[in-house]
Nanobody, 123 residues
Framework: QVQLVESGGGLVQAGGSLRLSCAAS????????MGWFRQAPGKEREFVAG????????YYADFVKGRFTISRDNAANTVYLQMNDLKPEDTAVYHC????????????????WGQGTQVTVSS
């Protein structure tokens, strides 16, 4: 079994920063990759960033390149998402998830999901 718990969300003004954490237990870090997704009200869940757990290579959605950084601490079984220069359109529930076969951008490839953490950016 895999359990994922996100934390670090909150309310921040535009231009501010937050760091999200995804604490994993079970076999999470035996997966190929982990990703961060977000879902705003009335919108589809969308890929934000992903990281291959063994080699540490990363990939980002275009709308966060240069602002967000994904990283992992394998010893702590934790993946992070550092979010800088936040914008109101970044407001969403952010979820982490595991991918056992690759680093995909489509949610259906991901096996386990956390409950999510709310990020609200005010203008």
């Amino acid at each position: 079994q895999v359990q994922l718990v996100e934390s670090g969300g909150g309310l921040v003004q535009a231009g501010g920063s937050l760091r999200l954490s995804c604490a994993a237990s079970g076999r999470a870090f035996s997966m190929y990759a982990m990703g961060w997704f977000r879902q705003a009200p009335g919108k589809e869940r969308e890929f934000v960033a992903g990281i291959r757990l063994r080699v540490g290579s990363t990939y980002y959605a275009d709308f966060v390149k240069g602002r967000f950084t994904i990283s992992r601490d394998n010893a702590a079984n934790t993946v992070y998402l550092q979010m800088n220069d936040l914008k109101p359109e970044d407001t969403a529930v952010y979820h982490c998830a595991t991918d056992r076969t690759g680093l995909h951008y489509v949610p259906s490839y991901y096996d386990y999901w956390g409950q999510g953490t709310q990020v609200t950016v005010s203008s």
